[in-house]
């Protein structure tokens, strides 16, 4: 692909990207709520749900997946239940110092499992739906777009996702690091599990 097809589609994921949504909700919630244990493995499956949609859009299979689209809203609905589950699980979280909530939270969170929820809520949701199916073509002759292309396209993709990803990741660390109290950690743990439980919301509901 040329370079300013790339440039143009990158300015514009990283624009849908940054706009905060259910997924960048749930990921700043869990870092506030857990530190960066278990965050990388959720952010990937956020990347990959990406890539996926992407391949379908040059694919040309936005009326298959609209045929399945029962198979997405199932997926869908597992996501939000998970991150409902973990909200819960924040929200009645006993009191610890910020140096063993990692250390507790390891064995809780597995990473294949965050990895799933990660791309469940990728692929249940509107807005990334919408920006591959819809957008895209708008940007990008798809048509045009060989296996060589998908993987530039695919590269760009997640290069944006974790610079997008990355960044809210470092500011919910440097936030988390203002809480050393009792009283203001548990005011975390109800802030946080109250987000994440908003963000599963969110994504059951659209």
Same mark, same amino acid.
């Not at 990207?17 to 997924?23: K, R």
């Not at 959720?42 to 499956?45: H, L, S």
């Given at each position: 692909m040329d370079i300013i097809g790339l440039v143009t589609f990158a300015a514009a994921l990283f624009v849908a !990207?940054?706009? #905060?949504? #259910?997924?960048i909700a749930a990921l700043v919630a869990r870092v506030l709520g857990r530190g960066t244990q278990g965050a990388m493995a959720?952010?990937? &499956?956020l990347a990959v749900g990406d890539v996926v949609w992407l391949g379908f859009a040059i694919a040309g299979l936005a009326a298959l997946a609209e045929a399945f689209h029962w198979v997405f809203l199932m997926l869908k609905y597992l996501g939000a239940a998970y991150l409902m589950y973990l909200a819960w699980k924040l929200w009645t979280a006993p009191v610890r110092p910020l140096d063993t909530v990692a250390e507790a939270a390891?064995?809780?969170? @597995? #990473?294949? @499992?965050?990895?799933a929820?990660?791309? !469940?809520?990728?692929? &249940?949701n509107p807005k990334v739906m919408m920006f591959y199916l819809a957008l895209l073509p708008t940007l990008l002759d798809i048509t045009a777009v060989s296996w060589l292309g998908y993987l530039e396209l695919s590269l760009v993709t997640l290069a944006v996702l974790a610079v997008v990803f990355g960044g809210y990741m470092a500011l919910a660390t440097r936030a988390r690091r203002l809480? %050393?109290?009792p @009283?203001?950690? %548990?005011l975390l743990n109800r802030i946080t599990g109250g987000v994440m439980g908003s963000a599963a919301v969110a994504i059951a509901a659209r």
């Open positions: !990207a940054a706009s #905060p949504g #259910p997924g959720f952010t990937a &499956g390891a064995g809780e969170n @597995r #990473p294949v @499992r965050l990895f929820t990660g791309l !469940a809520v990728t692929m &249940g809480f %050393k109290t @009283r203001a950690l %548990k």
